[in-house]
């Protein structure tokens, strides 16, 4: 479920932070991988209609079509200002482009590791 709320000015600089630190450290391998079989699995299992994925990384492409090919619909999300997953000759999937005041106004503070 998600629960949506305005975003307050410090949220909104306390994301961009987080933004610019993430693109500034190295990046956790295999996340990918991980991501690209859940998103399978889940569709798999019934799990949801329609798959958002955020990422521009272009491994992801073959579990998108897949996903698509499974009978869900699938989109993507990208930054505002950067390129996007697309499938190969396409337009497709649809692409939602998001800024930090975007990802403010959504953020999930869920800690999933305590569940």
Do not use: N
Not at 13 to 19: L, Y
Not at 30 to 42: K, N
């Amino acid at each position: 479920m998600l629960v949506m709320r305005p975003a307050r000015a410090d949220d909104r600089a306390a994301v961009a932070e987080m933004i610019i630190a993430r693109c500034d450290r190295a990046q956790e391998k295999g996340i990918d991988v991980a991501l690209a079989v859940d998103f399978v699995r889940l569709a798999c299992e019934g799990a949801y209609d329609v798959g958002v994925l955020f990422s521009r990384d272009t491994d992801l492409v073959p579990a998108l079509e897949t996903v698509r090919d499974l009978g869900a619909h699938v989109e993507v999300a990208s930054w505002k200002g950067t390129s996007r997953l697309r499938f190969p000759d396409s337009q497709l999937p649809w692409c939602h482009y998001l800024d930090a005041d975007d990802y403010a106004t959504c953020r999930d503070y869920t800690d999933y590791t305590a569940i």
